[in-house]
């Protein structure tokens, strides 16, 4: 298990807690704690994912 303390976002709209992803034949898991000014359809797009408009 594992614990993480956020502190109070100020002007970020949008928040990237963990990161999941592949590395060979096992999944892992990464704790980001990154806040971004923009929506999430922006973040989204950043990572390859589409998004209807």
Sequence with gaps: MARATLDAATTERTM???EIYRRG??????AAGQGYDHALDV???????????
């Design 16 to 18: 990237l807690l963990a």
């Design 25 to 30: 034949p096992l999944w892992r898991l990464r």
């Design 43 to 53: 973040l989204a797009r950043r990572y390859g994912v589409a998004v209807a408009d």
